[in-house]
């Protein structure tokens, strides 16, 4: 039975501050670290066997995936990474206090930006400090310069199945430490949910989330590690 286990980074720098982070490469807090490491610790617990992880390219995911693995005894498997799963773009919001910007915009035109399905932020101005145009590892990508919980779910899923889906598919016990949106468009797609309950649905940091998939891989059973902080998860086949 295919099972994969979803795992959301520990608690980032700007988390701690509150700001909008999106594509900007944060390292993850001490509590972070912790959380990731929990995570790891559960999953040994489990008794789960990793063959295949994968990751963004943002360090708080990596090492998420880093710190989680050696908790579990399983720093040795393999790791891919891909900026196709990193999280979404918040475009001229990015580097923002939360707060700040609800202030000055007002809460529900923030509240729109965060969590309408198919609304993006104003897009990111050129030239900025948190321009990636430079950055080599997106060399050859379009880097996006705004992006909703909709355009990021199209560039996740292609890389969904073109890597993971296959892997999944070969009955390869699967690992995937990313962020709250992007694994928020893998969950949309496995439960088949729809665009107002995916824009409800959390994903709580560095707690596990395994979910055993049938043969075409659609979800049998979904389970967080951690009850204690455990959040609602959309119904499974039956």
């Given at each position: 039975m295919p099972t994969l286990v979803i795992l959301r980074h520990g608690q980032s720098l700007w988390n701690l501050e509150n700001r909008?982070?999106?594509w900007v490469d944060v390292?993850?807090?001490p509590g972070g670290e912790a959380e990731a490491a929990f995570g790891g610790e559960l999953i040994k617990k489990a008794g789960i066997a990793f063959e295949r992880a994968?990751?963004?390219?943002?360090?708080?995911a990596i090492?998420?995936?880093?710190l989680a693995l050696a908790a579990a005894d399983q720093a040795w498997i393999p790791l891919a990474k891909d900026w196709r799963l990193n999280e979404r773009?918040?475009?001229a919001l990015t580097?923002?206090?939360k707060a700040q910007t609800a202030a000055s915009h007002g809460e529900d035109q923030v509240r729109i930006w965060r969590r309408s399905y198919d609304i993006p932020p104003p897009p990111l101005a050129p030239g900025g400090?948190?321009?990636l145009d430079g950055d080599r590892r997106y060399r050859g990508v379009t880097v996006p310069t705004t992006e909703s919980l909709k355009t990021t779910l199209e560039r996740v899923l292609p890389y969904w199945f073109a890597e993971m889906a296959p892997a999944l598919s070969a009955g390869q016990c699967t690992l995937v430490a990313a962020h709250g949106n992007s694994l928020r468009a893998i969950v949309?797609?496995?439960f088949e949910m729809d665009e107002d309950a995916v824009v409800r649905l959390e994903i709580p940091t560095g707690n596990p989330l395994i979910v055993e998939l049938s043969g075409d891989l659609r979800p049998l059973s979904a389970r967080y590690l951690d009850d204690s902080r455990a959040e609602p998860l959309p119904p499974t086949r039956t």
């Open positions: 909008f982070t999106g390292d993850l807090t994968f990751a963004s390219v943002l360090t708080r090492r998420t995936a880093w773009h918040y475009g580097g923002q206090d400090p948190f321009d949309k797609h496995l």
